[in-house]
């Protein structure tokens, strides 16, 4: 089974390059709501679940414990840009558990942008793996294992008790069992595990709303939605998707991407949950794909809708910054969502 | 029509993404020797084509006439990475046409290496147009308006002197009609006519052996041939496919790589042209597919089949160097391959 063309690249009037995807909307009771494509097929979530695997570090009360406040705790559900103030709140966090950045396991990384890099070289450094994009919630998982009372190294390997926790909740909220056979190594060393789409729109579903959540765990959800949506910036950072879609909807929807073209989201007053993956891998496409369904799902005030006209259908442009062509969604997939909206709505 | 997926990635033992794409395999007597997919619809080329757009600039005399030796000639052909000696090269082509840098109508843009970003950095520079990837095709641009008494100001206009012998050109190798409605902007600011790929696997497949051209374009093909073989670095750069391919089956093919997963290559020995797309734009599967179209047709010795092991069958790695996954192409486009490479052979 092929799974559709969502997003065409064009150039002048032809159509350049074709991205297919899978789409999973869910309601609160965990019911589906849309679904494109194959979204049975197991989908590496990468990046995409940071929030959900940030729950045990606030239900535990190590968050607490260690004083994280909301822009830390943003950090730790984030794939930030390596810029000075992600760079920063991470080394708090980890300065906040006693530990100094030689804990984190994983891994170096030249910041995203090209400003960030030219501040490294002239202060005569290279990157650390505080400039990691995922040093926040590595440093999130250090904190839980220093208030578990766990060794902290070795946490990112899978029989390590904060990846057993976190394998614990995604078991819960996705409703799949995570076996070995469908866990692969991410790019900053910790387990992922390859999960339908239906599961990842259910648990997102949920974490949006707090329903058919236990307490603990809904307050949790809501104090890790506030914090991002509050905190965008520290989400992404300059110029991304993630943190342009949540400061422009003000804490009405949630969004992270992953890599691999994988984008997650929580509109709570819809009640609705979304996974999606481009099949390709490719983030231009996954971003494209998630702001057509934010622009036909909700009701958009006139700045929601400028932005989403540019998120939509972001330009092709020359090295001299002249408009080429554009990404967007084909008029199929908007049909497929507008009717899927006008009757969830 | 579904072109067939070609190249997975995978993650652990899962198929992570997936890339389609379609290719085009002709002889030198214009006949096809193997299409997948729909190698009809229209397609651009963008730099996968360099060399046949250097043409113009050998037969007409230009190259003589402004002492172009080899290694400029290969940089004319080149996407390269804006290392120094690339940089260097390009400077000295406009120098020997009497111009400077600011007669580059391709924009800036920084180097492809962080290396070559932070020297630019230490030395207090931003990047320039010699930096641009297609700086050496632009300068061979220059280099004919120049020759031939043309403006160089609007070199990178359809209606340029230039354009108008590269476009006429290309009519004559590919067969095709280029029209308004067909034709975009390249990413350096030139026109890129969109051609099917059947078109350009029939002009590699001439280019690579000067059948069915007049002489002095047998010449100047066998020239550019020589050069960008002769001068693999120069073409694209460190650790880059192209060089890696051409210096590696010494002057044995010639491989082009464009961007949105073009790529182009002829092998002379078995008198073939191939013309590739990945539908969705990803490089690492254009290239996956191009190693797997040569490991299936050329008779290899060791040093080819090491080379070739790497290229397709590149590693996805972690931030710390682990091997996550693979990026292969798939058994089915094995098959084909092989099947059509035994009848060929």
């Known amino acids: 089974m092929s799974n559709p063309v969502l997003v065409e690249v064009t150039r002048g009037d032809v159509v350049e390059s074709r991205h297919r995807g899978a789409i999973a909307i869910f309601d609160a009771n965990g019911a589906p709501v849309l679904r494109i494509g194959d979204t049975g097929r197991r989908v590496f979530p990468r990046s995409a679940i940071k929030a959900l695997q940030a729950l045990p570090l606030v239900e535990s009360g190590a968050a607490d414990a260690l004083d994280y406040d909301a822009a830390e705790l943003a950090l730790a559900c984030s794939s930030h840009n390596g810029e000075e103030r992600h760079v920063n709140a991470a080394r708090v966090m980890l300065i906040k558990a006693g530990l100094e950045e030689d804990a984190l396991e994983c891994g170096p990384q030249w910041p995203s942008r090209v400003e960030d890099v030219a501040d490294l070289v002239r202060a005569g450094e290279t990157p650390c793996a505080l400039h990691n994009n995922c040093s926040g919630k590595h440093a999130g998982f250090l904190g839980l294992a220093k208030v578990l009372g766990a060794p902290t190294r070795g946490y990112v390997l899978p029989d390590h008790p904060v990846q057993q926790e976190i394998k614990a909740v995604l078991e819960t909220l996705t409703g799949d069992t995570l076996t070995p056979d469908?866990?692969?190594?991410?790019?900053?060393?910790?387990?992922?595990?390859?999960?339908?789409?239906?599961?990842?729109?259910?648990?997102?579903?949920?974490?949006?709303?707090?329903e058919n959540l236990e307490p603990l765990r809904a307050e949790a959800a809501r104090r890790l939605y506030d914090a991002c949506v509050d905190n965008a910036y520290m989400v992404a950072g300059t110029d991304r998707f993630c943190t342009r879609a949540m400061a422009g909807f003000r804490r009405r929807v949630f969004v992270k991407t992953g890599a691999e073209g994988v984008f997650c989201?929580?509109?709570?007053?819809?009640?609705?949950?979304?996974?999606?993956?481009?099949?390709?891998?490719?983030?231009?496409?996954?971003?494209?794909?998630?702001?057509?369904?934010?622009?036909?799902?909700?009701?958009?005030?006139?700045?929601?809708?400028?932005?989403?006209?540019?998120?939509?259908q972001p330009a092709i442009k020359t090295r001299?910054?002249?408009?080429?062509?554009?990404?967007?969604?084909?008029?199929?997939?908007?049909?497929?969502?507008?009717?899927?909206?006008?009757v969830s709505i």
């Not at 991410?186 to 648990?203: E, K, M, N, Q, V």
């Not at 369904?293 to 932005?307: M, Q």
């Open 320 to 342: 001299l910054d002249v408009k080429a062509g554009v990404i967007r969604p084909t008029s199929d997939f908007l049909t497929d969502l507008r009717r899927a909206a006008s």
């Open 182 to 210: 469908i866990c692969g190594i991410d790019g900053c060393a910790i387990p992922t595990f390859a999960t339908p789409l239906d599961g990842f729109a259910r648990a997102f579903a949920a974490f949006g709303t707090g």
């Open 265 to 312: 989201a929580a509109i709570p007053e819809l009640g609705l949950g979304i996974a999606l993956k481009c099949d390709d891998g490719a983030s231009r496409a996954s971003e494209v794909m998630m702001a057509s369904i934010l622009e036909a799902f909700l009701d958009l005030n006139d700045a929601e809708k400028a932005l989403l006209e540019d998120l939509t």
